[in-house]
């Protein structure tokens, strides 16, 4: 259970880290979309291992294949099934790991569960399957844009480098001009810099990235369990390594009153009613109210440091790890895609929902 | 759509604060839990409004009627239907507010979703729908205590007083000893203060509750789009003024190295695997691991202020909106139960989803 | 778990036949419909016990009471909660029933699933839940006929009284002008003299209802696991005493060719393409067609006999029961409304689903 | 919408007759399960076209790769996902049909309802799309081997020649020893006659599967709206060309009184509390009461025939259709595997679903 998200637009992953290949399916996209599968394989190749110097040095090709669902190039409502073969297994790398339980993984909790792991690099649990994410949300945000909807993320905060001014000062057309996907290139600069420092110290550190939605239609969110910052909230925090979220003015709200941070409404100069100010994030009520939605996910450090960490096999006995294999000294450049993809899936099944909301 | 939450157990909840009643539906309680129908009232009765000083002077009994689903007090497994009448309606003195878009409300989005909207005291959007999310939170919470779960929380922040040390250092027995809910009887006092003061000034003030999870198995949460945190991230920022969730470290993780945060497996004396510490907050790769599972939830401050506010009706007039009725200054003693109640039903639902996780 | 149907349009029931109250939640429910409350009362009192001499006796005004959802008689888009009170429960005419497991009725199997039983009347397993449904059923129907869409079954065979022809030679308009809900006045003269011969018998007899749905949009069903006439075939055989379920031709294909039942297309006059015949039933692929669609569903004659049976109690030990109370000797006239009930709360459904099959 | 089945143990399939592949991810499955693969490609092999004289002479080989959820031969509980390559597209076939609707197929429909079509044999309407569904069922049926439960099918009735004897008077044994899977030889004789006749004739047939489940355990079914028959109703009406389902003796008890078709609780020798008789079919009240489930599937005779058909195209068009490819004279040989899958998926589901019905 669990390996399904969305109602009306609903994506179900499968697949291990080192299995024969992940995938997944797609139920409930609209037909008559002609999807571009290369602008899919960008986004793909964003979220790929290899791409830069700060992440892993893994090399996958990462290159999807449609099985279904398009005909002709065009989405024809029914389901899209897609693989990813998985070309880089290397398993022996990680045969020291079988019995012992990397500390912050899901290695105890995986097998405490089931009573059995794939302890091939993770399995199950691996940041791997977020590239099926990325896939659907790739194609999603290619529905999304027909609708005048744009998402878009970046890394905000590595370690103690913090971007200090919201999203309206940073152009997002920067953020794919460092290898960190920070749109702000002197704090970019620092963080590759602290990445590779903490890399060189056989360690990991951990990070922000906010989220932006533009453009979304009022009226997006089922209130009262299904409200769009609820489903934006499960949605990230699903992603490995996210624990924390928030929206709009988020945990700053709580040192706040009232007066300071309400949204007053205006008539605009085209006539729409909007707010003076948006410090509710896009979202009242739990549903879109018209304005820019903005959310920060926090992620936790890599749990798997270059250097040696004492921990317990399944029996309860003392061993040394040393972590071979290679790894991402920081999460955050390869999160943004997958950030940008679960928010494109959260608001295109909205979309679909509301279409409900009337007679 | 959107008013059920739940996959094995479900709760579903309607209701406007200003109609007959509000209510709810529980599917999938397991057969054979004699229910205690005076706890259930009791957890109300924290939620209540007039419960004290320093929340909304207006009073509803809240008495809950269960219609169905108990036979001589015990679960029969078929759905448990139960409604809690709207006592005080005095609509009128809410009539200023009929076409009046309130600021930070969801009167405007509302509106704009489903081309009608009860204006009246905030319709379904209104806190209110929370007291039937707390009987169900009650009974559930009957049902975990027989497995030997406790959840409680209290409140860590008001304004800028803000409680500095972890859940541990605080006896959840002096949560109820003050107004506020909130351990510290200092703390809590300051709070207090703050919020009688905010209340002086027609404002309002935000915060947060810390809510604490013990003695859940390990084994609980549902990857890859289920997990346990995810779904209990949603449940709390489903719940009314809710901005952010985090759970362990949470943002705190963002500015740490992996070195500084991995928890390390230890055997504890009783030859169970452990963690050394818990940054984790007692999830790990969405499963529950045994430690204590630990969050918080960020509250806004009430949007009602009692003053005059500018605004917009729905033609896009401006209008100068005085609010009248009677609100909380703070939602923060009040949204603990609600917390609590949230976290229940979510641990329930996956204490049976994980039934079916072996053969 | 299972007390709720349908996807986006969703109906959740409880109540027991003895407990305090029977009721449900609609979540769905598109917003800016008005409803006909009269008109809603007017298809429980179809339902209700105690109408005509050929049903059971017991007297239950059945009176919904709806709670949320309606504001100023409009729907708002919000979930709509009712209730009908149990009047009258003389729950003293059951209690040798307590132990026994009544032939051919649920009480061994919820006894046994569940450990515990409501054993007043048949508790969750009476029809009278099916009262919950009517309620839903007479909501959708509403909405359905503001898109065209009209409902109606009768009563097609009662023992050996089989209506020969199809749907197409009888007046629903003279549905309603017997007891036992047949359009075909001959027929039904002879099925109600069937159903007091066997009540003097102290017996019961089953029969058949035939459904038709008139103006159904082409492109309802949501293949290859929601087809309409899946969907369609559930709601039916949900209902109690159900045993079988066909559309079209239904088993009457079995025998057939292909040459001598497939619908050929044609252009009808006004230009849209039409089958030429409707052996399918209005349903190709799982997916409405435009045609009328039909159906049959078939019951078992009631299970309690006013006659004394041999059975056994919990223990296994041999009891004879003499049934008490009132019970109907067919439960086919009042199935009639149940089953166009189930069908509009079906089509609804659909009808909403199809909003997300194009972008 | 609507390629998914199953709450707890679920199974969504996707592809396309003529596309890249065919295939699903089953979630649910609980871990611990050594699955053997070469039975799941037996139960393939028995719905594989090509198989006998009397079906399809295509030729796929149909091979299942299983890519995830399996350790070590051993399921993980994690997602189950698999391909099955189309090898023998031949799409150049049915070139004539890219615009033509044909005659009781989902052509009309599919283009009516999403306003684009896969038209190569039959897109997603396909039966082929069925062998997924026979991959996910030959594993539910290993782990329900395990609890005790044992499925079987075959066909009782082709056009005329009908098995008069209810499933006990037939060794389950001899299904497989005749290419139609009737028990009886002399009735299976008269089958294949019958099929070659109407194959000869360019024509088709119609026909009944009879499916039985054994040894499954009391209880399973969640009433009101998932009883275990309504389920298993919609999953046969949800395979090609179902058109009727019926359980127990099903449409049989509208003829029937009541004092003629109770089934009576007797002690067994054993001290279980068993039926005298069996009509009810194995599910009383919507639950399995622990006798053998018994039900019998409609399916019309295959659509396609091998002579010209009148009908139109989507301009309205009058066209002649000459069917080429290979088509089935009758469906029942090749649906009987797949009763058995869809019975067997349901049944786990329930299965694990009731896991939760008590404490």
Redesign the interface.
């Known amino acids: 259970?669990?390996?399904?998200?969305g109602?009306?637009?609903?994506l179900?992953?499968?697949?291990?880290s080192h299995?024969?290949?992940?995938?997944?399916?797609i139920?409930?996209m609209?037909?008559?979309?002609a999807i571009d599968l290369d602008a899919v394989q960008h986004e793909l190749d964003r979220r790929r291992p290899g791409q830069s110097a700060i992440v892993t040095g893994r090399t996958e090709s990462d290159r999807v294949?449609?099985?279904?669902?398009l005909?002709e190039g065009?989405?024809?409502?029914?389901?899209?099934?897609f693989?990813i073969e998985n070309e880089n297994q290397r398993s022996g790398d990680y045969g020291n790991m079988r019995d012992a339980?990397r500390?912050?993984?899901?290695d105890?909790?995986?097998t405490?569960?089931?009573?059995?792991?794939?302890h091939r690099g993770g399995?199950?649990?691996s940041a791997r399957?977020t590239a099926a994410r990325v896939v659907a949300g790739a194609m999603s945000r290619q529905?999304l844009a027909?609708q005048g909807v744009d998402i878009y993320a970046y890394t905000s905060?590595v370690?103690?480098i913090v971007l200090d001014a919201d999203y309206r000062k940073y152009d997002p057309g920067c953020i794919e001009q460092n290898a960190v996907r920070c749109p702000d290139a002197e704090a970019a600069r620092q963080m590759i810099d602290l990445i590779e420092q903490?890399k060189r110290?056989g360690?990991?550190?951990?990070?922000?990235v906010t989220g932006v939605i533009k453009g979304a239609p009022?009226?997006l969110?089922?209130?009262?369990?299904?409200?769009l910052?609820?489903?934006l909230?499960?949605?990230m925090?699903?992603i490995n390594a996210a624990?924390?979220?928030?929206?709009?003015?988020?945990?700053?709200?709580?040192?706040?009153?009232?007066?300071?941070?309400?949204?007053?409404?205006?008539?605009a100069s085209d006539?729409?009613?909007r707010?003076a100010t948006n410090?509710?994030?896009g979202?009242?009520?739990?549903?879109?109210?018209?304005e820019d939605i903005y959310f920060?996910v926090?992620?936790?450090?890599?749990?798997?440091?270059l250097?040696e960490?004492?921990?317990?096999n399944a029996k309860?006995?003392?061993v040394v790890l040393a972590a071979r294999g290679r790894h991402d000294p920081c999460v955050l450049p390869r999160a943004v895609p997958v950030v940008e993809a679960m928010a494109a899936i959260v608001m295109l099944d909205f979309l679909?929902?509301?279409?409900?909301?009337?007679?």
């Open positions: 259970m669990g390996n399904s998200i109602k009306v637009f609903r179900t992953t499968f697949g291990e299995g024969a290949a992940i995938g997944g399916v139920d409930g609209p037909a008559g979309v294949r449609v099985l279904s669902g005909f065009v989405t024809t409502g029914t389901p899209i099934g693989v339980f500390p912050s993984h899901a105890f909790t995986y405490s569960k089931y009573g059995i792991r794939d399995g199950r649990s399957e529905v027909l905060q370690g103690n903490v110290d360690d990991t550190i951990g990070g922000v009022v009226g969110g089922e209130p009262v369990f299904d409200k910052h609820s489903a909230g499960a949605a925090l699903g624990k924390g979220f928030e929206y709009g003015l988020g945990f700053g709200f709580a040192g706040r009153r009232g007066s300071e941070v309400i949204d007053c409404f205006v008539k006539g729409k009613i707010t410090f509710s994030g979202i009242q009520g739990g549903i879109s109210n018209g920060r926090a992620f936790k450090p890599v749990a798997t440091l250097r960490v004492e921990t317990v309860g006995e003392p679909l929902q509301n279409r409900s909301s009337h007679i």
